[in-house]
């Protein structure tokens, strides 16, 4: 899909060439921009419009009690005298938040949809130009349109080509100048951020038959096309020679040969510390020999979301290409019963040196990303968060909304809450309490890799942050998040690409008037200066 950004005047949309049109209506907006300068007058007889432009549109539709209520309302108008496009569809936005927005473009896409569905090119005015209110907008669309066609060719594409978003033009002075070259900034980030969902969403989506670990290795490689970007695809032979027993462990049960894929993007400077992203990429979670049970276990497929998400991410970085250094790394490999699988009770040596337990082979993620996490410390990253589909326990603590979020030092925390509140891509924190970590003692290991079955997410967490040493590092469970089990929007979601995007443009930004050389967010305890020395 086709985005463009344009600054227009909302009556000059009349004779605009474009399939249909979709206006958001905020009150407020309109009436202080002076764009609905005769509303009272239309109201008074609004049995009898006089004034078919637009904005004269717009000022009747305002007064119309029907549209009134607080939840966004719309309305369908077709063959408007004077205006080009066909249908016109206003959608009222309820409250100011950014999820009023979002709800309301739900609304009006989903009226377009049923209206229109062969519309190929839609242009949509905005009331302002704010840069998280027009990503929201691209988002919304790229959403709505949609379509997983991989394994379903019969599945109609949709139709919808081109998108153009029309801001409006507040005036000439320097501020507006400003919010413009802001707009396009954030009409480019707006952009790469839906390829990389999209990307995200292809991979999850895919059954597990088409998304195996070589599969995956080829797709991660597909993106160093990207001059920004290398890959390298590592098998089972390096693998045992790092030393990724844990890893390794889990593989063991699967005919489909393991990978560890590893991705750089160098946005910044060589001396400057990348910013470490590790996914879970179990294409499939059978749960191993402690089987899980029949009914749904096809959203096993989906237990490489956080993979899919890294991949997601390296894809809109090569797009926008910030001043950053990002690594991806992503362990891929089923989860599978065999004569040859680990078995309950078998204790491992993971590539830290510490021996585990394994006390439940369905809980499989953290054995690959423990490895992966070890690995993660030659990069000497500034951050290091690791994205992972980990625990039904998530589901449970949050649902479907929020994504789990744990985090050593605050500052990490505090700033990826912020990112996914301003992408509308949700994390809420939980506790590392050391007291957690109790139940993962184990009498003939390091430690158990499952404690009993009290605050699962964090117990998985706790085990993981046993690898991590003083690193600075976030880890974000999206069991919950990253796809829906059903519903016509049944599928990935393609988070947390918008929240992990905003994060590292952020950090790049920041970058530019901080050295990137040392950890600087990390508070400096007892242990983060211990690392340093190290
Ligand atoms: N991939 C699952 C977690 C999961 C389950 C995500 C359902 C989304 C929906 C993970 O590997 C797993 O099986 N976790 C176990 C851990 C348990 C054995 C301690 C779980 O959550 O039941
Ligand atoms: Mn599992
Ligand atoms: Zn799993």
Redesign the pocket.
């Known amino acids: 899909m086709n985005f463009e950004l344009k600054f227009s005047a909302l009556n000059t949309l009349s004779t605009v060439k474009t399939g249909a049109l979709l206006i958001l209506v905020d009150p407020k907006h309109q009436e202080a921009s002076g764009q609905i300068k005769n509303s009272k007058s239309v109201a008074s007889k609004k049995s009898e419009p006089k004034d078919s432009s637009l904005s004269g549109l717009i000022a009747q539709s305002l007064h119309a009690a029907h549209l009134q209520s607080k939840s966004p309302r719309v309305q369908l108008l077709w063959n408007i005298p004077g205006v080009t496009a066909n249908p016109v569809i206003l959608a009222h936005l309820g409250a100011a938040q950014l999820k009023d927005l979002k709800n309301a473009l739900q609304q009006g896409l989903s009226t377009l949809k049923t209206a229109a569905p062969e519309c190929a090119h839609l242009s949509i005015f905005l009331p302002d130009v704010s840069g998280q209110r027009l990503q929201t907008v691209m988002q919304a669309v790229a959403d709505s349109a949609y379509v997983y066609t991989t394994t379903k060719p019969s599945a109609k594409a949709s139709n919808l080509s081109k998108v153009s978003l029309h801001a409006p033009i507040l005036g000439q002075t320097p501020k507006v100048q400003f919010d413009q070259s802001n707009a396009q900034e954030a009409f480019r980030e707006g952009a790469a951020r839906v390829e990389g969902m999209a990307f995200a969403k292809e991979w999850g989506n895919r059954p597990a038959n088409h998304a195996t670990p070589t599969m995956l290795g080829k797709a991660a490689l597909s993106l160093a096309k990207y001059p920004k970007i290398n890959v390298q695809v590592l098998g089972p032979r390096e693998v045992a020679k790092l030393g990724m027993g844990s890893f390794m462990s889990v593989a063991k049960g699967s005919e489909e040969p393991l990978r560890f894929i590893v991705m750089h993007y160098n946005g910044a400077p060589k001396s400057s510390a990348p910013v470490v992203l590790v996914g ?1 990429g ?1 294409t499939f ?1 059978t ?1 191993g020999i ?1 089987l ?1 049970p029949g009914a749904g276990m096809d ?2 497929k ?2 490489m979301c956080g993979a899919a998400s890294v991949l997601g991410v390296f894809k809109s970085l090569g797009e926008l290409g910030p001043k950053i250094n990002v690594v991806g790394l992503i362990p891929a490999c089923e ?1 599978m019963p065999d004569g040859r699988a680990v078995k309950p009770g078998d204790v491992v040596t993971s590539m830290s040196g510490q021996t585990i337990e394994n006390l ?1 082979t ?4 953290r054995l690959i990303l423990c490895d992966a996490l070890t690995y993660a410390e030659r990069f000497k990253p500034r951050a290091i968060i690791d994205i ?8 449970i603590a949050l649902g479907h909304l929020r994504s789990g979020l744990f985090a050593a030092q605050d500052q990490l925390a505090a700033d990826l809450m912020e990112a996914g509140e301003r992408t509308l891509d949700p994390c809420w924190r939980l506790p590392l309490d050391e007291e957690y970590a109790e139940g993962l003692k184990s009498n003939f290991a390091d430690t158990a ?3 009993d ?1 009290s605050a ?1 997410s964090i ?2 967490a706790k085990f993981l942050q046993r690898f991590v040493g003083t690193m600075n590092w976030a880890h974000l469970d999206i ?2 998040s ?1 796809w829906k089990s059903s519903g016509p929007g049944k599928g990935a979601t393609g988070r947390p690409v918008p929240l992990l995007l905003s994060y590292l443009i952020e950090e790049a930004q920041a970058a530019q008037f901080t050295p990137l050389t040392s950890t600087p967010k990390a508070k400096s305890s007892t242990t983060a200066s211990k690392r340093k020395k190290a």
């Open positions: 879970k179990i979670d749960g402690s899980k959203e096993m989906f237990d989860n439940n369905d809980a499989e993620g992972a589909t980990l625990t039904g326990a998530c589901i890799n499952v404690a079955r699962g117990t998985a069991a919950g990253a």
